[in-house]
């Protein structure tokens, strides 16, 4: 069992399971932290729009985007299940994708 305070992620397509307990830290750095190359080349700051991913499952319960996601949202065309991952804090239950031309 799983301390309460803990949040699980999937990274598809490899079914790699991240479980983080810390807060404040974004997808992009639990994945990189967690030896999940995603490509990023603006460092996070939610500019480059290669972290994107497809989320499989939990969207429900992730916030709205933000001023910064939304700004390459409407730019990109990005569908409702699209997401940047540096700027989205986890939530338990995630299933995301790492679209195969976005890995590093």
Do not use: Y
Not at 34 to 45: K, L, M, R, Y
């Amino acid at each position: 069992m799983r301390p309460k305070s803990s949040i699980s992620i999937t990274f598809l397509p490899k079914n790699e399971i991240v479980v983080v307990s810390q807060e404040g830290v974004n997808i992009l750095d639990i994945a990189l932290k967690a030896g999940i190359e995603v490509s990023n080349s603006c460092g996070g700051n939610g500019t480059c729009g290669t972290c994107l991913v497809r989320v499989h499952q939990g969207g429900q319960n992730l916030p709205p985007r933000n001023e910064i996601e939304m700004e390459m949202a409407l730019e990109r065309g990005f569908s409702p299940n699209e997401r940047l991952c540096c700027q989205l804090e986890p939530v338990d239950g995630l299933v995301l994708e790492l679209p195969f031309e976005m890995l590093k």
